[in-house]
């Protein structure tokens, strides 16, 4: 597996260049690097293709206060045409390629597995997420699946607010598919919260 002190290199040159970068001007400064192998769903499937999905938490302190970034990333041999170059952090030390999980539909399929996932987009422009459309079966709806990257103890208001609204049956609102929920250290202790939020994709809403 990728050791967690190479990658917090990889990460420190790579997370400046990204939109949702939070201390913008800052030189990052990696003091805890997490990593966990992907389990349960099409991981093992996955892995068996030569693909590993990597759960990746990032604490930066460039300055007084720690920033958490979730960073989920894939694993591979070899590098696709597809993957975009900002979704490349580059090789670890074993010569494997990591790049950024949202660019890659298998990652977004093992997060909803029940979902019939095919061709996913990413968008551009989001400042403190990424948010990733994802073509679903006709008579299902597409989805889109927000990663929330800079991460913040206790639940999302927006998912909540979701959430209520989907139970309530408001008309014309975006329908809750599904959300991750998971923990993360800082500071010493260890906090919860929303991963990702995933909900019905309305063209124009």
Request: proline letters at 9%; hydrophobic letters at 40%.
């Amino acid at each position: 597996m990728t050791d967690p002190a190479d990658l917090a290199g990889l990460l420190a040159a790579w997370l400046p260049e990204r939109r949702w970068y939070a201390t913008k001007n800052l030189t990052p400064r990696i003091e805890q690097v997490v990593v966990s192998p992907a389990t349960g769903g099409s991981a093992r499937a996955l892995a068996e293709r030569g693909l590993e999905i990597l759960e990746v938490f990032a604490t930066d302190r460039p300055a007084d206060a720690p920033v958490v970034y979730q960073v989920p990333l894939v694993r591979r041999s070899s590098l696709p045409d597809d993957v975009p170059p900002p979704a490349v952090l580059g090789r670890d030390k074993e010569g494997r390629w990591l790049t950024d999980a949202a660019f890659c539909p298998d990652y977004l399929r093992w997060l909803l597995p029940g979902a019939g996932i095919g061709a996913t987009r990413p968008l551009e422009g989001e400042q403190s997420n990424t948010s990733v459309i994802c073509e679903c079966p006709e008579g299902r709806g597409d989805l889109i699946v927000k990663l929330f990257r800079v991460l913040d103890e206790g639940s999302n208001p927006d998912v909540e607010l979701q959430d209520a609204l989907t139970r309530e049956g408001v008309p014309h609102v975006p329908r809750l598919e599904g959300s991750g929920w998971g923990g993360w250290s800082r500071g010493g202790r260890t906090e919860y919260g929303h991963l990702w939020v995933a909900s019905e994709f309305l063209d124009g809403a």
